[in-house]
């Protein structure tokens, strides 16, 4: 423990929790800021449609709850229930059979037959190497030779996939297509090595751990963070959106799970001139437009096999994905949108009443999109779910410009505050050994925008926690984390 000291922390999703929980437990006074009502950002689950009815209101699976070096030494499993399905994405491709990536990596070898063979070549030495592998993807990969072997394998495994390395690419036919569904979270062209790494990153996810659904929602994450903050004399408070420091009484540091625009707003002139140039060059990236249905029946997926998987990636062949990603990368809205769907209701029965069913899915779309996604995401689903439309009691949409209204950390819909291009991948927001703190200030960044970037693992936050421990209070024992 340390003197007590002052932390405020503005943002309370993933990250700002995660912060907040390692900075209380290290014994500082902790205040974290939210201007929502309610804390959790992306890990939020609300009754968009009727009571009783629950939807995720951003994420909804969880790969990095159940992976994250931080998750792990929290003890998440042991405070939140997770169903895991059986198989962790499938996608389906017009006129053929869908592909399925089990939990298990020896069903999925198998269920690829001819292909299966490269797919084994690629991810048995990743799951072998699981913890040493996650250790790596949750850091910022300037850190990658710290961890020489693993670094070396994953990157060997890269530069495999990496389409412009087409001669050593070892995935083929429905395994090229089953990896090009997952690489597709990354919002960017498949040519793109950023790409390559977070499809390998979330595999390696699928057949370990696998793509876990919280019992109850995203939500339940959240309330395990803030019950265990205030368990240690820490406290939220909501709906107070801090537009400057000056706002905030005295604090030792400050930690920001903002976008780098609102930091930059918000720190002023706290921040040195030259991080605030060079951190306004920091680009968003394509946007999501998110429709969340009720449904009188489960999806009626052609292949029926898809209503087994805790997430569908509606993205066809990975030439069609490849095509569809670049004319969003462009600025245009492609005919056949990559669509991420989930059904909860499938495995978590509590999330709504009997005759009724949650379905969440979103279509990526141009950074600051205005359409209504309700009519391109309900075609894409009724083009692999024949009979989709009778389904469908109530919907409700949110637009790419609605995303940013909700969340401000969401500029033009970019759910991941910033565009996972291979440059903002390396310097998230810039080249440094240590983006977390802001120069030699007493500002830190927590949020997606820097590393390791987005997704629900609480890594941003953990590691600028440790930073400002170490950087203002001058702290570096071990802090423990466990229930």
């Known amino acids: 423990m340390i003197p007590l000291s002052s932390v405020a922390i503005i943002g309370a999703g993933p990250n700002g929790l995660a912060a907040a929980v390692t900075l209380a ?3 500082l006074d902790v205040t974290v800021y939210e201007a929502a009502d309610r804390p959790g950002g992306g890990t939020r689950t609300a009754e968009l449609i009727e009571p009783g009815s629950w939807h995720d209101v951003c994420s909804a699976v969880h790969p990095g709850a159940l992976a994250s070096p931080f998750f792990r030494r929290f003890g998440l499993a042991e405070r939140v229930d997770f169903v895991t399905p059986e198989i962790a994405y499938g996608q389906p491709r017009a006129g053929r059979a869908a592909v399925l990536a089990y939990s298990d990596l020896a069903t999925t070898v198998d269920r690829l037959g001819r292909d299966g063979a490269g797919w084994r070549r690629v991810f048995r030495p990743l799951t072998d190497r699981f913890a040493a592998i996650t250790e790596l993807t949750s850091d910022h990969p300037l850190l990658a030779p710290r961890r020489p072997g693993a670094a070396i394998t994953f990157g060997l495994r890269a530069a495999g996939q990496w389409q412009p390395v087409r001669a050593a690419r070892l995935l083929g036919g429905d395994a090229a297509d ?4 997952v690489a597709g979270h990354a919002s960017q062209p498949l040519s793109a090595l950023s790409t390559t790494l977070t499809g390998l990153t979330l595999a390696t996810y699928a057949h370990t751990v696998g793509w876990p659904i919280p019992v109850g929602g995203s939500y339940k994450i959240t309330e395990a ?5 205030e368990g240690h004399g820490g406290k939220v408070i909501t709906g107070q959106r801090v537009r400057s420091v000056s706002e905030l009484p005295p604090v030792d540091a400050m930690i920001f799970d903002t976008s780098v625009w609102d930091l930059i707003t918000i720190a002023g002139s706290l921040l040195p001139g030259s991080y605030r140039r060079r951190a306004a060059r920091f680009r968003p990236g394509p946007a999501v437009g998110k429709v ?7 999806v009626p997926w052609r292949d029926p096999e898809l209503g087994r998987a805790s997430t569908v990636h509606l993205s066809g062949t990975a030439g069609e994905l490849a095509t569809a990603e670049l004319a969003v990368h462009r600025g245009r809205i492609p005919e056949h949108p990559m669509v991420l769907a989930s059904e909860p209701t499938r495995f978590d029965h509590g999330r709504a009443p009997a005759g009724r069913h949650v379905l969440w899915a979103y279509a990526h779309l141009p950074n600051g999109c205005t359409v209504d996604p309700t009519p391109i995401v309900t075609a894409e689903l009724e083009r692999h779910a024949p009979g989709f439309t009778e389904t469908i009691i109530a919907s409700t949409a949110r637009t790419a410009a609605d995303a940013e209204r909700e969340n401000p950390n969401y500029l033009g819909g970019d759910i991941y505050a910033g565009a996972l291009t ?3 991948t390396l310097a998230r927001p810039m080249l440094t050994a240590n983006p977390w703190r802001i120069g030699r200030t007493d500002c830190y960044l ?3 925008a820097t590393a390791p970037g987005p997704g629900v693992h609480g890594m941003g936050g953990y590691r600028a926690a440790l930073a400002a421990l170490r950087g ?5 024992a071990d802090v423990d984390l466990a229930p």
């Open 25 to 27: 437990r290290a014994g």
């Open 446 to 448: 927590c949020s997606s």
């Open 225 to 229: 963070l803030v019950r265990d903050l």
């Open 178 to 181: 089953l990896f090009s569904g």
């Open 472 to 476: 203002t209070f001058g702290h570096r």
């Open 422 to 424: 291979t440059a903002q």
């Open 292 to 298: 969340d249905f009720l449904l009188s029946e489960p």
